[in-house]
């Protein structure tokens, strides 16, 4: 699979830019308290600071109409049985959707909506996944080798990282003897009471 | 490179459909006078009807913050020395952007506001080519496969197909000694008189 060349929409956009676009970077340690096993996350950044994942985007202005895309790449790996995963957000401007599509490796897209509606889609190579306006998402890595993400919102939808931050999501994507399970997330009941 | 699978997409959002999308063909006798060569156009359509492209797209509801997305598979071939292309819009939601990712073969996408700036961007296997605000669009396969693009924009943008079918675009896409050349579309300039 070539690399996504962003010389060219970066290009068009800036009328004459042909510089790569800057890697945001997440590492754990900017995401301890998002994994449910708080003991086996301590246990790893002892010895190291893994990058989970990374992204970077179109600098589109954020305006009604304009388009944002980008690419994000999650690492493969896991934080005791919990798969690695993005931080997951809503959108500001709530009622705006977005689009996936993965461009290679394999995972999953966690949605959840305010109102606790949830579903888990697999994500694999040339497959679109859409969210629906209002579901928050998060990507997670099941597979061995990076999960590679096209994404393209409403430049003006706006990220809130608060919500999930504070509370979680209401399901896990761990693994149970080898294989891929969905929990109740026991923090997130916690964080509600 | 695989297929894209829309039953994701599509599963999604219809909460249980499992159907595939059918497609929208646009043969060469619905487009017969928005190539150049005349002459040529009907010497073929006396001897045949050949698809000239292909699309479908998830049905998203018509929303502010809802985005569409699908797939145009734009065939090789040409009519006279005019690449085979799409018919190309506006939107009618003027002031909205698009995002192409070129999924596999080779192109051109052309480029052209109302105020007649324009450009024209190569599209090659997973570039992402960026459509600005205000700008219609049309994709030419100037290559010897299926040119498949995957595409997204706002669901409420609208598509405005009358002024690119009155008038045309400013330049064409032709292939002049084996070579691709973009030159000024002499009916443009007739019509605009």
Chains 1, 2 share one sequence.
């Not at 994500?123 to 061995?144: D, F, L, Q």
């Not at 999960?147 to 399901?171: C, P, Q, S, W």
């Amino acid at each position: 699979m070539p690399e996504l060349d962003w010389i060219k929409g970066f290009a068009l956009k800036m009328g004459e830019g042909t510089e790569e676009i800057p890697w945001t970077e997440r590492y754990l340690s900017r995401m301890k308290n998002m994994y449910a096993d708080g003991d086996a996350c301590r246990e790893i950044l002892e010895k190291q600071d893994p990058l989970i994942y990374r992204f970077h985007e179109l600098g589109a202005p954020e305006e009604d109409g304009v388009l944002s895309f980008g690419i994000t790449e999650l690492m493969p790996g896991k934080v005791g049985n919990e798969y690695y995963m993005t931080k997951g957000h809503f959108h500001k401007k709530l009622m705006t959707s977005e689009i996936y599509l993965c461009l290679s490796g394999s995972g999953m897209l966690m949605l959840e909506n305010m109102e606790g509606d949830w579903k888990v889609i697999p994500m694999k190579e040339m497959e679109a996944v859409y969210v629906p306006a209002g579901y928050a998402h998060r990507s997670i890595n099941t597979g061995n080798e990076v999960l590679r993400m096209f994404f393209v919102y409403g430049a003006d939808a706006g990220h809130d990282y608060n919500t999930i931050e504070t509370k979680g999501f209401r399901h896990l994507v761990t693994e149970q003897d080898k294989e891929t399970a969905v929990i109740e997330n026991p923090a997130w009941q916690a964080a509600s009471e």
